[in-house]
Nanobody, 122 residues
C-alpha cells in the first residue's frame, strides 16, 4: 500500500504560481506511476497530469499543457506539480494518486491523498 499527503495549496491571484508537493510512503513507491487530478466545484474529478515510475515520461491534460509541470524525486518519495500562469478555472481540490500503470481515468488510480485546495482569484 501507498500513503500520499498533498501540500502547497492556497489562494493566489490569476497569473500567479504555486507548487504542490505529494509526500509518499509505503512499499515500492518508485514502481508506481503518479498522477495529479483535481475536482472543481460542481464538476467531476478530472485528470491533470501523470508521470511514469521512472520519471522519463509525462502527459498533461490540454487545459494545463504548457503551464503545469509534473516531476518526481524517488529518493525523497515526493512528486511535485509546478503550476504557472494560474487561471480562475484552475480552482479545485488537487489530489495526487498512484497507479500501477499510467492513466488519465481517475478510476484507474489505486491510492489517493486527501487533497489540497487551490483557489485562483480573478
Amino acid at each position: 500500500q501507498v500513503q500520499l499527503v498533498e501540500s502547497g495549496g492556497g489562494l493566489v491571484q490569476a497569473g500567479g504560481s504555486l507548487r504542490l508537493s505529494c509526500a509518499a510512503s509505503g512499499r515500492a513507491f518508485s514502481s508506481y506511476a503518479v498522477g495529479w487530478l483535481r475536482q472543481a466545484p460542481g464538476k467531476e474529478r478530472e485528470f491533470v497530469a501523470f508521470i511514469s515510475w521512472s520519471g522519463d515520461s509525462a502527459f498533461y491534460a490540454n487545459p494545463v499543457k504548457g503551464r503545469f509541470t509534473i516531476s518526481r524525486d524517488n529518493a525523497k518519495n515526493t512528486v511535485y506539480l509546478q503550476m504557472n500562469s494560474l487561471k480562475p478555472e484552475d480552482t479545485a481540490v488537487y489530489y495526487c494518486a498512484a497507479a500501477r500503470t499510467v492513466a488519465t481515468n481517475p478510476r484507474r488510480y489505486d491510492y489517493w491523498g486527501q487533497g489540497t485546495q487551490v483557489t485562483v482569484s480573478s
